[in-house]
């Protein structure tokens, strides 16, 4: 109810910010011709409906109104639900999101719904390798650094920890290329751009972006891993495994291990929503055509309903993650029961 | 000029930086024992390597213009794209110290000079957020009930929005057309106001010429700055802020308050619960009072520790605005701007791009240790 609820809210300040009159002008002239003057914007704009009340056409996009419909120049009739494969009076009165229509994408000149879809699954796969790289190297490192508060090792995956936490993505993104794909100076391990990557994934061409993402993420999770670790290791039950004769690998992969896992667990689901910002950086930066790439596109020509597709997928990302970790904490967790 | 010679050259044109470093930290060693947290703070090594890489780019902010070798916004063109270490052209000891950029510009000096834009935009936005958060989020926290369930909802909304969207909704030239800049800065602005006024009405309202008199500065000083940032109209044209650095300013701000906001409310809500809060309210003390006098100050150890790390995140923040060519100016050092345009021509000259990258990595390094040795003091106590 709450998810709906923020849902709604977000995409209608989306829309809301991209329907101000400056930024449908600037969408109008990139469409059209840039050298529009301002009574043929204000044309334009009517004739294909976007001065209609701003309520009326959110209404359209979510599917609850009737789908406009106008004509253009040469008098063709023309409509939010009008297709050309079908006659005018066969074409549904409702379109929107409730009834699947993500709408039309003025960028790329085609139906939003399949543009965001493949778009996710390339993205999806950079996902797959960061959370496999990432999480379980941030484990290691908070486990191995917890587990012996104050020692010398824990001090230096600390130090490592908050050095990857300080470096964001375009920094590190920029050294590793300067530094292992640059063709005048450094090694050349990889490739610089991950275009290529799209159609043939490989170790050459993948391992930079997925490198850069993951290290950003990594120290975070690494320390909370490390601080929820050095806590269980204090704990009572741990000293009387001690004394009971077990030794030290036994305690901490038996008894300390578990336990500690299960703030990391929350952390980790609750870094999914954090990781998009990195999405988008890494793909502008690797030429790497997923869902970040496109929500830049989107953005930088007011491309309305892709933008708002955009949101809806991030939001959703968003709530869910946190729908999860409540859950999995449970499950982690057998002291917390739902009531 | 070999690799060597760059770095003492580059070493030596810092030397006003070095100079300050060794006095403030002789001065702290040598009383320490009086300073408090910040005193402690030279007990941790960590806190110390913090400490240090800040007031390093503090300090490079500070005397920038005694650092750089040329103007950042000269351009020779000649010395387009040169490597680290050319001699400037019909001059026999100026050099391009890290190179030249792709308009032939200075990266070193470019770069000094973007400490300044920086550490005067990441601190004071990261203060703006902190007192719009805390005048919300410390009623909501201590009185609960419909205002918490409202504003909660709003800063959830808020933190569920992707930033990087947000971003490039909020800070484009056609979203300043539409003045919504201005008026949100004529909200957020009027909260360190606010503020500043409860707080001094609060303590000092038993004592009427006392209140009056702080109150009256207050609001003279708070609303002739604020007339100059917000609206740009101010009488005396001391304070104003270029739409455009407005623009991002408020938008960083609006991102980072709901964040503080969600802390202070949960530190409020478990402050509330102490005998010495019983006590205030037994006294019968004014529940502002309670909230800015008994609250706050007892919650300021995560608060320090999280301001830290918000400049850093707010630093991190700006980059990523320039890396995406929503930053102040094109022409401006800023360095997120100046790893974005030496990011085009990456795998050819690495060099423009590596100098920002790495500053702007120290100071968020700096910062992060220096709130990790805060934290670390200040559960000593």
Not at chain 2, 6 to 25: C, D, K, M, N
Not at chain 2, 101 to 117: C, E, H, K, P, Q
Request: glycine share 8%; hydrophobic share 50%; proline share 5%.
């Amino acid at each position: 109810m709450v998810m709906a609820l923020t849902a709604l809210c977000l995409t209608f300040a989306v829309f809301l910010l991209t329907n101000l009159h400056p930024n449908l002008e600037k969408m109008a002239k990139t469409l059209v011709n840039t050298r529009m003057t301002d009574p043929e914007v204000g044309a334009w704009l009517d004739r294909y409906g976007y001065t209609r009340p701003m309520l009326e056409r959110y209404g359209e996009w979510l599917g609850i109104m009737p789908g406009w419909t106008g004509t253009d120049s040469n008098g063709k009739p023309i409509g939010r639900c009008l297709k050309e494969d079908i006659s005018p009076d066969q074409a549904p009165r409702f379109c929107g999101v409730l009834q699947g229509n993500f709408g039309y994408s003025t960028v790329f000149h085609s139906a939003v719904g399949p543009i965001v879809s493949k778009r996710l699954g390339l993205t999806g796969w950079l996902m797959l390798w960061v959370m496999v790289v990432m999480v379980p190297t941030a484990l290691l490192i908070g486990v191995l650094a917890g587990m012996r508060e104050g020692s010398w090792l824990d001090r230096a995956l600390s130090m490592f920890s908050i050095a990857t936490t300080a470096t964001p993505e375009y920094v590190s993104g920029v050294v590793f290329i300067s530094v292992f794909a640059s063709s005048s100076v450094g090694l050349q391990w990889f490739k610089a751009s991950a275009g290529s990557a799209m159609d043939d994934m490989t170790f050459e061409n993948f391992a930079l972006p997925v490198m850069t993402m993951a290290l950003y993420g990594m120290g975070y999770i690494a320390r909370m891993t490390r601080a929820s670790m050095a806590e269980v290791m204090t704990a009572q039950y741990i000293r009387t495994a001690h004394l009971k004769g077990l030794g030290f690998l036994p305690v901490v992969v038996r008894h300390a291990l578990r336990n500690a896992l299960i703030t990391p667990f929350t952390v980790i689901m609750l870094q999914f929503p954090w990781l998009l910002t990195g999405v988008v950086i890494v793909e502008s930066l690797f030429n790497y055509k997923g869902f970040g790439w496109t929500l830049v596109r989107a953005a930088d020509n007011n491309d309305i309903e892709l933008l708002l597709s955009c949101s809806i997928v991030s939001v959703v990302v968003v709530l869910l993650t946190q729908l999860a970790s409540d859950i999995g904490y449970v499950y982690l967790n057998p002291r917390v029961r739902v009531t | 000029m070999s690799a060597g010679q760059i770095a003492v050259q580059v070493l030596l044109q810092f030397v006003p930086v070095w100079i300050g470093l060794a006095v403030v930290f002789a001065l702290s060693i040598a009383f320490k024992g009086r300073l408090g947290l910040y005193g402690r703070l030279m007990d941790s090594p960590i806190g110390k390597i913090g400490l240090g890489f800040v007031l390093f780019w503090l300090f490079t902010a500070v005397f920038a213009d005694l650092i750089i070798t040329t103007s950042p916004l000269d351009q020779i063109s000649a010395m387009k794209n040169t490597l680290p270490g050319t001699l400037v052209p019909g001059t026999a000891d100026q050099y391009y110290l890290l190179g030249g950029d792709n308009l032939a510009r200075d990266v070193f000096s470019r770069m000094v000079m973007g400490s300044r834009t920086v550490l005067s935009i990441a601190p004071a936005a990261t203060l703006f957020a902190y007192m719009a958060g805390c005048t919300l989020g410390l009623p909501a926290g201590y009185f609960g009930g419909r205002f918490d369930t409202v504003l909660s909802f709003i800063a959830n909304l808020v933190l569920a929005f992707p930033v990087i969207l947000l971003f490039y909704l909020l800070v484009t030239p056609e979203i300043q057309e539409t003045g919504l800049p201005v008026v949100a800065a004529a909200v957020l602005f009027l909260f360190p106001i606010v503020f500043l006024a409860i707080l001094i009405w609060s303590r000092f309202n038993t004592q009427p010429a006392k209140m009056c008199l702080y109150l009256a500065l207050t609001l003279v000083l708070g609303f002739w700055a604020y007339s100059g940032l917000a609206f740009n109209a101010d009488p005396l044209g001391l304070f104003s802020m270029d739409p455009n650095l407005l623009n991002i300013f408020v938008s960083v701000v609006f991102v980072n308050s709901p964040a503080v906001f969600r802390i202070v409310r949960g530190l409020t809500i478990d402050i509330r619960t102490r005998d010495y809060i019983a006590a205030a309210q037994t006294r019968g003390e004014n529940p502002w009072y309670v909230m800015l006098w008994e609250i706050l100050p007892n919650a300021r150890g995560p608060l320090i520790v999280d301001f830290c790390l918000r400049i850093g995140y707010t630093t991190i923040l700006l980059g990523t605005l320039g890396f995406f060519g929503l930053g102040v100016s094109p022409e401006s050092p800023d360095w997120g701007m100046t790893i974005n345009e030496g990011r085009k021509l990456l795998s050819i000259y690495p060099h423009p791009a590596l100098p920002p990258a790495l500053a702007l990595m120290s100071l968020v390094l700096g910062l992060n240790l220096l709130a990790d040795g805060l934290r670390e003091q200040s559960l000593k106590d």
